[in-house]
């Protein structure tokens, strides 16, 4: 697509529910990130992918966070047992890639989820 | 993990004064970044830095690399309205991850 599509824009979920955010990143990216962004606050790099091999899942909060990219193209971060504290903006970006991070990220719009 | 600060947090401008956010790195980088983020949206990319000392322009917008690439800046001549939002630098040390710093948001009063 022309940018990068997050799905769904919003999430309300209960306390303890699992929850998986979608992202199709811009066709031809290599390089997928995920970020979570409190309020106020600069985005928090949770992972990312080249193709679909996740390089890097350091970010990630806890072992209720997980994330799959299988064909290289779209990806899903799931959230199991959600908890108050992941309430929060969750944003996708992708880039072109390369391995030496020489490309600017395009971000999608982002996907709100409120635990309650 | 790699921790990046921005000063200052918040910048109050009249339309037309400069502004300035400052970035700092606790690691050497390799490259940084700046995005911008309006109220309400999405970041942004604006710019790349990579070579020690680096200047780069767009129009009213200056961006610097420090030489010790530890630090960098962003300076907006003759701020307007339309500057309004936060304003994020990146940096990369290693791998392909941009860690992003607290962001500076940028006011301007007509």
């Known amino acids: 697509g022309a940018g990068v599509s997050q799905s769904p824009r919003y999430k309300v979920t209960k306390r303890g529910q699992d929850v998986a955010l979608r992202c199709d990143p811009i066709?031809?990216?290599?390089?997928l990130y995920w970020y979570r962004q409190a309020l106020g606050q600069g985005p928090e790099f949770l992972t990312y992918f080249n193709y679909e091999a996740q390089q890097d899942k350091s970010g990630l909060p806890n072992d209720r966070f997980s994330a799959e990219r299988p064909e290289g193209s779209i990806s899903t971060l799931t959230i199991q047992r959600t908890e108050q504290r992941d309430s929060a903006m969750y944003r996708c970006?992708?880039?072109?890639?390369?391995?030496?991070?020489?490309?600017?990220?395009?971000f999608g719009s982002g996907t709100r989820l409120t635990v309650v | 993990g790699q921790q990046v600060m921005q000063i200052p947090q918040y910048q109050h401008v009249q339309e037309g004064e400069d502004f300035t956010t400052y970035c700092n790195s606790s690691?050497?980088?390799?490259?940084i970044q700046w995005y911008k983020q309006r109220p309400g949206g999405h970041p942004v990319f604006l710019i790349q830095l990579v070579k020690s000392g680096e200047v780069k322009k767009q129009k009213r917008l200056t961006f610097q690399f420090g030489e010790a690439k530890k630090n960098s800046s962003l300076h907006i001549t003759a701020t307007q309205t339309t500057d309004v939002g936060t304003y994020f630098c990146a940096g990369r040390s290693t791998g392909n991850q941009f860690y992003f710093g607290t962001g500076t948001s940028l006011t301007v009063i007509p």
């Open positions: 970006a992708s880039s072109l890639g390369g391995g030496q991070g020489n490309y600017g990220y395009t």
């Open positions: 690691t050497t980088l390799s490259n």
């Open positions: 066709s031809g990216h290599v390089s």
